[in-house]
């Protein structure tokens, strides 16, 4: 029965081939999609080399026209070999993309019978490092890679919170909007004369303003803290958002009751909420490329386990 050593560079093996096919199919994938727009073209060009040699040899006035002065012959040559050209580009184009397709089919069915490797892999490296661990023979920098994985792994959750409390944000600031619409269509009267039904409207907005903006200010501080934590350069969006802050309270409260302009106020509470989205999707960019970072890290930390088997086995074949 073979070690756990000895599963490990096997399975290792083709691991790392499903790697490589996975790259090649992303590349394949690529230039397929290249091919396939050039062969639209082409097919375009074709068809118009088409319609001028059918003109250059049928009985349209075009062609009696050239026949008169003389020069048809020459036309329709140069036409056909026009045409010609464009056939044999297409041609080539086309047989190219059926074998560009080929390979990509057999490379899916490779790719796909490795389904279940990457599982099989972590599982038997997992078995690895609990027996290194209880033996205190991890790997030379094992440790710190594992540490800088964690940092990753803590910067994802701060991004992920934040991203949760832009969320509530919007959440009470979209209660306000609907408010404000239902305000505007009342009719926009003094306070004074507004009736008990508005009021109570009123007073409700009012409390959702003042929830939005303590939501609001939670959101910018954590944005505020990512920024220094991570050095991630948020620093244009906190300042925005500040910005935003600083009139919330009084333009709101301000334009739609004193000055009964409740567009402004809309206007101001659209502006914050786009700008919590995009916000948002910078975040989740930045996760993205976060996890990336943790992928390329777990990949390190095996080769460095692999390493230490290979040189205490042997080279895998």
Request: with cysteine; charged share 30%; aromatic share 8%.
């Amino acid at each position: 029965m073979a070690t756990l050593d000895q599963q490990l560079l096997a399975v290792y093996d083709e691991f790392n081939r499903k790697q490589k096919i996975k790259t090649h199919l992303q590349h394949l994938h690529l230039i397929i999609a290249q091919k396939e727009q050039e062969k639209e073209e082409l097919a375009m060009i074709l068809d118009e080399e088409q319609a001028d040699l059918d003109a250059l040899e049928g009985k349209s006035l075009y062609a009696i026209f050239q026949y008169l002065l003389g020069n048809k012959e020459e036309e329709l040559e140069k036409a056909k070999q026009e045409y010609l050209a464009a056939y044999v580009k297409y041609n080539s184009l086309v047989s190219n993309l059926e074998d560009l397709q080929e390979e990509r089919i057999v490379l899916e069915k490779s790719y796909s019978s490795l389904h279940a490797i990457d599982q099989e892999f972590a599982a038997l490296m997992k078995q690895k490092l609990a027996l290194l661990n209880q033996k205190n023979k991890l790997p030379a920098g094992y440790d710190k890679l594992t540490e800088k994985i964690a940092n990753y792994q803590s910067k994802i959750r701060e991004l992920q919170q934040t991203i949760k409390k832009g969320v509530s944000a919007k959440k009470y600031l979209h209660k306000v909007m609907l408010g404000l619409q239902q305000i505007e269509h009342w009719g926009n009267v003094p306070p004074i004369e507004v009736p008990t039904r508005i009021d109570k409207k009123v007073e409700r907005i009012n409390k959702d303003i003042y929830v939005a903006n303590n939501y609001l200010q939670k959101y910018e501080d954590e944005l505020s803290d990512i920024s220094d934590l991570f050095q991630l350069d948020y620093q244009r969006e906190v300042n925005q958002l500040e910005y935003f802050l600083d009139q919330f309270i009084d333009c709101l409260i301000t334009d739609w009751i004193v000055k009964h302009k409740i567009h402004n106020a809309f206007h101001l509470i659209v502006n914050i909420m786009d700008k919590i989205t995009r916000i948002g999707e910078m975040m989740d960019y930045e996760i993205d490329k976060t996890k990336g970072y943790i992928q390329e890290e777990e990949e390190v930390k095996a080769t460095l386990v692999m390493e230490q088997i290979e040189a205490k086995e042997g080279p895998s074949k």
